[in-house]
């Protein structure tokens, strides 16, 4: 049940976390959070049409220290990410998919900085300035079974994709279709030492 906050945290976070680490090679996954999206249920978000990644540089490392204080200067010696795991909890996706940014296609001279601030707690994002270059794809009516894994920060600075800017659009092929209804895992993962 994808709108039972504690079931989702028993049973999913689990499941995500195994699923990283088979997929990933990750040593060690922890999940932060989940955001459930349907514009039809009240206090639930809406997707977003704003292009964004959900860090940066200097935020992505925040996290750990945020989540994980007494083992975050060890865990920062070490390749780390921070992938989000988003799926339909409904399909097929037909209003609202997610369209991602090659990132073959966008330089760091793209990116935006912005403070994202909280009650709670003060984050960055980035934004990303609009160029022709950029190559963009969407995942046409994704299914209960497909996920995707968002690459929201890489470590590794060594010519592999760091981070992914990704969005919400109006589908035009798709007038009166129902509301996409999705949800997003939030996770710290660690890579083994030399990876």
């Known amino acids: ?64 220290r945020d989540h994980l204080p007494d083992d975050a200067e060890e865990l920062l010696k070490h390749r780390f990410g921070i992938v989000n795991v988003w799926r339909p909890v409904r399909g097929p996706v037909l209003d609202s998919p ?12 793209d990116l935006i900085a912005s403070d994202l601030v909280y009650t709670h707690v003060r984050g960055e994002t980035s934004r990303v300035e609009f160029s022709p270059h950029h190559r963009w794809y969407y995942f046409s009516e994704q299914q209960t079974d497909e996920v995707l894994f968002i690459r ?36 710290l993962v660690f890579f083994p030492p030399g990876a």
């Open 152 to 187: 929201v920060h890489d470590s590794a600075d060594d010519g592999r994709a760091r981070l992914s800017f990704h969005t919400s659009f109006e589908n035009p092929l798709t007038p009166g279709a129902p509301p996409r209804e999705s949800i997003e895992v939030r996770t």
């Open 1 to 64: 049940d994808f709108y039972d906050a504690d079931e989702i945290k028993r049973v999913y976070y689990p499941e995500v976390e195994q699923l990283l680490k088979d997929r990933l090679g990750a040593s060690r996954v922890f999940v932060f959070d989940h955001n459930v999206r349907n514009a039809t249920k009240p206090g639930l978000a809406a997707p977003s049409r704003q292009v964004h990644n959900d860090h940066t540089v200097n935020s992505a490392p925040r996290r750990v």
């Open 98 to 109: 997610l369209a991602l940014c090659d990132a073959r296609s966008f330089t760091d001279d």
